[in-house]
């Protein structure tokens, strides 16, 4: 099943350009609680946007903090004993975006989903945050993506 959120012309580099600025934007809406258009507004003014799925952008950015509850809700139990008081602001950004595709966006391969979020906490967490997010990630999908998962096992 594709969501209908998928748009028809797919290109992985914008998708993954979508994805970094959302969770930039994700992260300022945390600390500043500005309003989300606004966020919006200032990326899509001050980022070169050419080369960015802007659909996925406004996605991330307007639907995350729709069902931040439900998204915490299904990843808390995998914090390793950690609060989510107890996270870095761009983990928890992190992983509500992954959180989101996994959940929200089965169009996404889960190994996508992971590889991404890795890949985005290696540019923007702390040292080891990165291993973190995977292991999360990773258990959640086990959770949510488990016929996909086990399929990829074989």
């Not at 609680?33 to 606004?38: I, K, V």
Request: net charge negative; charged share 25%.
């Amino acid at each position: 099943m594709v969501s209908d959120k998928q748009t028809s012309t797919f290109n992985p580099a914008a998708r993954r350009k979508a994805r970094h600025y959302g969770m930039q934007a994700l992260y300022q809406w945390q600390m500043t609680r500005n309003a989300l258009n606004e966020i919006e507004s200032q990326f899509l003014t001050d980022y070169d946007f050419s080369n960015v799925d802007k659909a996925y952008f406004h996605e991330l950015v307007f639907d995350i903090p729709g069902c931040v509850s439900e998204l915490e809700e299904a990843f808390i139990d995998y914090l390793q004993g950690r609060s989510m008081d107890e996270l870095d602001p761009i983990e928890l950004a992190l992983l509500r975006v992954g959180s989101y595709e996994l959940i929200k966006r089965i169009d996404i391969p889960y190994k996508v989903v992971i590889n991404e979020s890795v890949s985005l906490a290696k540019k923007f967490g702390a040292a080891e945050s990165h291993k973190y997010i995977n292991a999360v990630l990773d258990k959640l999908a086990q959770k949510v993506r488990a016929v996909e998962v086990k399929a990829a096992q074989r």
